[in-house]
């Protein structure tokens, strides 16, 4: 059996084929860029083409995240947290915390040994608590996204952000640069400053080993190293956690391939 998982974000679209719940085939990512259908569909393409499977071949579809209602070729949707969750414990079977710093919200889960949500929180108030804020310094301060994390490892001394208000933050950092505050030490504030907003959610359901981070700052090593650091524990972080919540959907989408094939078909008398 061979069933996808769509991960519809409010900033990218992200994809994986499974086969048989259990070996990742192909994984893909694209921008949504307002556009979330179009991008899911050449997502789609893009596993096909990666695993040499044609969409005839994908035996169930699933989708979740914040566009999940609107790709009609699905078979089911799911939500991100359950999903996410499910992905956690895939990648790392003993994950008990998850904290999926996304787009434009955080969140975190306390969840069983087999994935189930018991308890979770999420902060979607302010941007200043979210991956958008990452973004938006990086135009700011006119450091490339993808440069942002390892010049913030040369930090000193960080200059810790304490506005909560994306807007007020901003000002802030532009503060910091006019009185010459060192630039990798402007950049860690910015992921400590996410990390200790995460660290308020996790104590909220339960901080218990293992932490999984999930989502897109998981390829981040400053939010990796800041997380670290605030929590005070060893954080799982893999490539494939990035594709975490497409890969539960995934995971989710063959259970339920299976139930449905299971299933007593009625016959008439």
Do not use: W
């Amino acid at each position: 059996m061979i069933t996808g998982g769509l991960d519809l974000g409010a900033g990218t679209v992200k994809g994986v084929l499974l086969e048989d719940g259990r070996r990742i085939l192909a994984t893909a990512s694209l921008p949504a860029r307002g556009s979330p259908v179009q991008a899911s569909r050449r997502v789609v393409e893009e596993l096909g083409e990666a695993a040499n499977i044609a969409p005839a071949e994908v035996d169930y579809l699933c989708t979740t995240g914040f566009g999940r209602y609107t790709i009609p070729e699905r078979n089911l949707q799911v939500s991100d947290f359950t999903s996410s969750a499910r992905g956690a414990v895939f990648l790392f079977p003993k994950t008990r915390l998850v904290v999926d710093v996304g787009t434009q919200a955080s969140r975190t889960m306390s969840i069983s040994e087999t994935g189930k949500v018991l308890k979770f929180k999420m902060n979607e108030k302010c941007a200043a608590g979210a991956g958008r804020f990452v973004e938006r310094c990086s135009k700011y301060l006119q450091v490339p996204l993808e440069e942002m994390g390892p010049r913030a490892l040369a930090s000193q001394h960080p200059k810790l952000i304490s506005s909560v208000c994306a807007v007020l933050a901003e000002t802030e950092i532009i503060n910091n640069v006019a009185e010459g505050v060192p630039l990798p030490d402007i950049l860690m504030g910015v992921f400590l400053s996410l990390s200790q907003r995460a660290y308020s959610l996790m104590r909220y359901v339960g901080i218990q080993p293992e932490v999984t981070l999930v989502g897109g700052l998981v390829r981040d090593v400053g939010m990796v190293k800041a997380l670290h650091d605030t929590v005070g524990m060893e954080i799982n972080v893999a490539p494939d956690a990035y594709y975490a919540a497409a890969l539960g959907s995934a995971i989710l989408g063959h259970s339920r391939l299976l139930k449905l094939a299971q299933a007593p078909t009625a016959t008439g008398g």
